[in-house]
């Protein structure tokens, strides 16, 4: 009897020490907002709309332009096949562009600090490729945070669910193609022109990288979606992020170096 109970301490750490296996709970899927596009089809019909207040060749038609083209591609991808789970593509493609196109509609009072300067009437004289970049900027380092976490709540997913993340990095490959494609397009009209412009922002543009804004933003999505639900976290963390992305967002619209500062005409 002494012997069985001088065990039983032992027996019990034993068993304390086992492992418990994480099982994964079943989420109840989010209400879908009333407003959201409900086909990527829809997002892009309303991007072209778009073209005709903002026109491709500067300004947020610059980016509105690269935007259509990249949401395009993305939905051929998915439709190919290139995406382990092309539902949770599809769903985070219409809850990102939503983000971007409530901004389209903000008064220039109520618009999110990260968009700003995008919007700014005053950014007239950079090239259309700081443009794009500034809208990319905004909509990566700020809004796929948001968009990310939304959609694992719609689709009752978490960013830990497998396949997720892994399909959040395969869009990184399309993004890089596009993104060279459309900045060969903006500087092919006048090559030398663009190269003598761009040497004066050069580290300004080059300081900038698709990859390393996504890799932010997956980091900052897991990050909301821990504290989501902590209001008093949730508010400051989000405000901090909008401002810090439109500080970024000012220095790529920095403008470049007149080519002829001394010619009066």
């Known amino acids: 009897m002494t012997d069985t109970v001088r065990l039983m301490p032992a027996m019990r750490r034993r068993v304390t020490a086992v492992p418990v296996p994480r099982i ?19 997002v892009v019909e309303r991007l072209r709309a778009l073209e005709q207040r903002y026109p491709p060749g500067g300004g947020v038609g610059a980016f509105n332009a690269m935007y259509c083209r990249v949401t395009e591609e993305i939905d051929a991808r998915v439709a190919a096949g290139y995406f382990a789970n092309g539902a949770f593509i599809t769903r985070l493609d219409i809850v990102f562009a939503q983000l971007y196109l409530e901004q389209v509609e903000e008064s220039t009072d109520e618009m999110c600090p990260a968009w700003a300067p995008l919007f700014d009437e005053d950014a007239t004289d950079c090239l259309p490729l700081q443009f794009a970049l500034a809208g990319m900027n905004a909509h990566i380092a700020h809004d796929l945070p948001i968009a ?3 959609t694992c709540r ?10 997720v993340e892994e399909d959040y990095d395969a869009v ?5 193609e596009v993104h060279e494609e459309v900045r060969q397009s903006l500087l092919d009209d006048d090559a030398l022109t663009w190269d003598r412009r761009l040497a004066g922002v050069t580290n300004v543009i080059g300081s900038w990288s698709i990859a390393r804004a996504r890799d932010a ?8 979606w821990d504290i989501d639900k902590i209001s008093y976290l949730r508010g400051p963390f989000l405000a901090a992020l909008a401002h810090t992305v439109g500080l970024t967002g000012r220095l790529l619209l920095t ?5 002829n500062p001394f010619d009066d005409d």
């Open 172 to 176: 990184n490959q399309v993004l890089a």
């Open 217 to 224: 933003a997956w980091l900052n999505a897991n990050l909301l």
């Open 148 to 150: 990310v976490v939304r």
């Open 154 to 163: 719609q689709m009752g997913l978490t960013p830990e669910t497998r396949g």
């Open 24 to 42: 994964p709970l079943l989420r109840r899927r989010a209400r879908v907002p009333a407003g959201q596009c409900s086909t990527v089809a829809e």
């Open 255 to 259: 403008p470049p170096p007149d080519l």
